[in-house]
Every structure is written in structure tokens, then in C-alpha cells.
């Protein structure tokens, strides 16, 4: 992608910039770890792991391990949360369709390589990392990107004061935006 921009006339090569939205909050650092040649990154919001078993361990109380489906009360408390939690529900059908996973058991398999543990610091372009202060699902998580970043990084917390706390910021967009393009702005435009 960097090597077609770079052949556009319209475009100016020293200023290129990724943003990664949602599961892009995980997709665009990886990338940029591996593309020096990016002027920019922003993680909104940021994403150090989607290894759905360790979501799934932080769900149940049990931040920083791995979840053992191997047990039967894991498949039960999985589906008690299914159950009363729509955004739950949503986020494992929706990653089992994106992952082509035919169980929970399989999402967890297929999402383990998912991490920016030892990648994330290999990032040297300047990052943005977003947090939307009420994302449960993904809590903890932008922080464990911004602590693993070694080059110049900026930490931009959303809040419920800004009604922008939930996940990506829904409800602020155009609040989210200004924020994230002045910042933007100003990596770009520094001299």
C-alpha cells in the first residue's frame, strides 16, 4: 500500500499516516512496526492483544491468563454472558463470521497469534493511542499498547464527560475526529 501511495503525485510521501479503527486498533501498529516508512499511527482505540481467550479470561475475573475452554463451566459462563450481554453475543458471532471459526473453542485458537507482545516496540513512527473510558470489552488494553511503545507516543483518553466513552467513541465521532486529526496535524506539520 505505502509503495503504490509513494507513486501518486498527490500525495506527499513523508507524510503518510495508518489509522486503525476498532480491531484496526491492533491491525495498524503491527503493520506499522513492520513500515518505517510511516510518518504516523493512530490506534483507535488500541489494541495490544485480540486473543479472544485472554478477553475471555479478563471477562471472568482472571486478568492476564488464558481461558481454558477444556472446562465445562468456561462453555457455561461464555454463554451466561452471551446471554445477558448483546455486545458480548455480538462480538464473538461477529468474530467467529471474521475469523471463520465454527465454535468459541476455534476463535480462541485462530486469534492466539493476535498480540503486539514483542512487536509493539519495534514501532518508531509517532502513535496515537485512543481509549474510550467505558469500553469493557477492550479495557486495559490501549494502556498495555502505550506502555510497550518505545518511540514518541501520545496517550488520548475519551470520557463520558465527552459522551465519547464508548468503544471507538460512538456518540462524540465528530469530537473523536477533531481530537485525533489535530494531533494529527501537529505530527505532521512539526519543523
Not at 86 to 91: E, S, V
Not at 146 to 165: I, Q, V
Request: aromatic share 10%; with cysteine.
Amino acid at each position: 500500500m505505502v509503495d503504490y501511495l509513494m507513486k501518486r503525485p498527490e500525495v506527499i510521501s513523508d507524510k503518510i499516516a495508518l489509522m486503525g479503527i476498532s480491531l484496526g486498533g491492533y491491525l495498524a501498529p503491527r503493520a506499522a512496526a513492520y513500515e518505517h516508512r510511516l510518518a504516523a499511527c493512530i490506534a483507535n482505540d488500541g489494541l495490544f492483544s485480540f486473543q479472544v481467550g485472554t478477553i475471555a479470561a479478563g471477562l471472568s475475573g482472571k486478568a492476564g491468563g488464558k481461558f481454558d475452554l477444556s472446562l465445562p463451566e468456561s462453555e457455561d459462563f461464555i454463554s451466561s454472558i452471551m446471554a445477558k450481554d448483546t455486545g458480548i453475543r455480538w462480538g464473538i458471532e461477529n468474530g467467529q463470521f471474521t475469523f471463520s471459526a465454527a465454535n468459541l473453542e476455534e476463535l480462541v485458537h485462530k486469534t492466539e497469534p493476535f498480540t503486539l507482545e514483542g512487536v509493539a516496540e519495534q514501532i518508531q513512527c509517532p502513535v496515537l493511542v485512543c481509549e474510550a473510558e467505558h469500553d469493557h470489552a477492550f479495557a486495559g488494553q490501549p494502556e498495555r499498547l502505550y506502555n510497550a511503545l518505545k518511540g514518541p507516543k501520545t496517550y488520548m483518553k475519551f470520557t463520558a464527560e465527552d459522551s465519547a466513552e464508548e468503544h471507538c467513541h460512538f456518540g462524540a465521532l465528530k469530537l473523536a475526529n477533531h481530537r485525533i486529526f489535530t494531533w494529527l496535524d501537529q505530527v505532521l506539520n512539526r519543523d
